[in-house]
């Protein structure tokens, strides 16, 4: 993602090479800290692509300074990584963001919803830090059941479960809200409407119907119209 976030950057404007490692790290914050020892060789590789054009110029004091400046060549490779991410890209948070950092460089709406939809359609399935093994007597099979918030008697694992939930489910909003999924409005007398505000807290799914009252897919009791 080191490459995508310089990419990034340059199709905001020509940078000196601190500016932009001052950018990444602002970025990527404390969980995954930017060093000269992988910033400079990444560039020196976009730079030997011919993604990026590298401009020495004399400094303030006699010093030389690299301006980077994104090529024709750079644009396309960034659009091509933002059009289309792989899977982690999508599912590990902090590369999904850098993702979403510079989304808005892809011209085409479509486009930038259908990566927003796949974020959607990952948060959607039933996600724990904890899980419990289920056993059917009957088949002699079982499997991993996600633990909830309410499944535990561990303040600090319950902390977690919480807070995840909480994030997880304002960021579907919002992904909902962008995207149009889910769409119909309370204007529009559509059932779509009624639904869109009956979303189960733990899983995030749509109920199945107006007067459901538990979640089709993991049993959580749904808030009330």
Request: net charge neutral.
């Amino acid at each position: 993602m080191l490459e995508l976030a310089i990419l990034g950057f340059l199709a905001d404007g020509p940078l000196h090479g601190y500016q932009l490692r001052r950018r990444i790290a602002h970025l990527t914050g404390h969980t995954r800290p930017v060093s000269d020892g992988s910033l400079y060789p990444a560039i020196n590789r976009l730079v030997k692509a011919g993604l990026l054009d590298r401009r020495i110029e004399p400094g303030a004091a006699a010093a030389q300074r690299h301006t980077l400046t994104l090529t024709a060549a750079g644009r396309a490779e960034l659009l091509r990584r933002l059009r289309e991410p792989a899977d982690l890209e999508i599912s590990d948070s902090t590369r999904y963001f850098t993702i979403l950092a510079f989304l808005s460089h892809l011209p085409d709406a479509a486009d930038r919803h259908a990566v927003l939809r796949r974020r959607l359609e990952f948060l959607e399935q039933p996600a724990s830090f904890f899980y419990d093994y289920d056993y059917d007597s009957d088949s002699g099979h079982g499997e991993d059941r996600p633990l909830r918030a309410d499944d535990t008697d561990d303040p600090y694992r319950r902390g977690m479960l919480l807070i995840a939930r909480a994030t997880s489910r304002a960021e579907r909003s919002w992904l909902r809200e962008v995207t149009g999924a889910g769409a119909g409005t309370q204007e529009e007398g559509g059932e779509a409407a009624c639904l869109l505000d009956r979303v189960c807290p733990d899983c995030g799914r749509l109920a199945a119907e107006r007067d459901a009252r538990y979640c089709g897919r993991c049993g959580t009791p749904l808030p009330s119209l």
